[in-house]
């Protein structure tokens, strides 16, 4: 039971910030696009140190010197992982003219949730390496420290729900339709923490490495979009502070509750 509710809880996240399309009438400032991109960025990067790059180290101290191996080499496959899904996938970015990925007949809609389905495939990951981790009974990590990840997640999923359906919302889409579309994008979350489950399940031994992987995953998605996205205009510092706060909010959690 406490692994589904930490599954769903990232989830959640998008839901409840897709539904700020009912209750705001216009897209978010730039400013505060800024800000909870630095945010989001923030805490995906804190979590990809405390929660799984740390963790594959610590589950391969057997190796010594050569502990690093598991993490360094699923860093790079989970980088070359969402390389190639962006490649494969057509999407677009909010604020983007042209797509990405081979040319396709979708909607521009379609291709902006589905920009965003592609920030959540990682996440999802993330989430159910750590829970797989956890239920393997392994000491590298606990309840508290998955769901000090989950929530983390959850947190920074909720501004990612906003800027989905909000301007969805804005280029004549129906309040209920957008909302849909918001949290449609977030659904790959609990899919794919399911099916990282499942697979560890069998393969335990290469755990430290799925760890890494879902780290090189999350970190390729700040550096290629979310970061470029915060400091996209007018030059700000808003962006910065808000992956400060991102950063030191999700560090705490893990501390605290790992």
């Known amino acids: 039971m406490n692994t589904f509710i930490g599954l769903m809880i990232p989830f959640l996240g998008t839901t409840l910030g897709a539904a700020c399309v009912f209750f705001l009438r216009k897209e978010l400032k730039p400013g505060v696009q800024k800000a909870l991109l630095g945010f989001a960025s923030g805490v995906m990067v804190a979590a990809s140190v405390w929660s799984l790059l740390i963790p594959a180290m610590d589950m391969s101290e057997g190796m010594g010197k050569l502990a690093f191996i598991p993490a360094a080499v699923g860093l790079l496959l989970g980088i070359a992982f969402l390389l ?120 335990e031994p290469v755990l430290p490495y799925l760890l890494a992987f879902a780290a090189g995953a999350m970190l390729y998605v700040v550096v290629e979009e979310l970061i470029p996205e915060a400091s996209e205009g007018e030059h700000s510092n808003i962006g910065t502070i808000g992956f400060a706060v991102g950063f030191v909010i999700m560090m705490v959690l893990d501390v605290a509750l790992g």
Do not use: C, W
């Open 84 to 203: 190639g899904m962006d490649r494969l996938i057509p999407h677009l970015h909010m604020g983007a003219d042209q797509a990405e990925g081979p040319k396709t007949s979708l909607k521009k809609t379609t291709m902006l949730v589905l920009a965003v389905t592609l920030h959540n495939i990682p996440e999802g990951m993330a989430v159910g390496v750590v829970f797989a981790g956890m239920l393997s009974e392994n000491s590298a990590i606990t309840l508290a420290g998955a769901m000090a990840l989950s929530i983390g997640i959850a947190i920074q999923n909720f501004p990612e729900g906003a800027i989905i359906s909000l301007p969805l919302k804005n280029e004549g889409m129906s309040h209920k339709r957008a909302f849909i579309y918001g949290t449609a994008s977030g659904v790959v979350e609990p899919i794919a923490a399911f099916i990282t489950i499942l697979l560890a399940s069998f393969i």
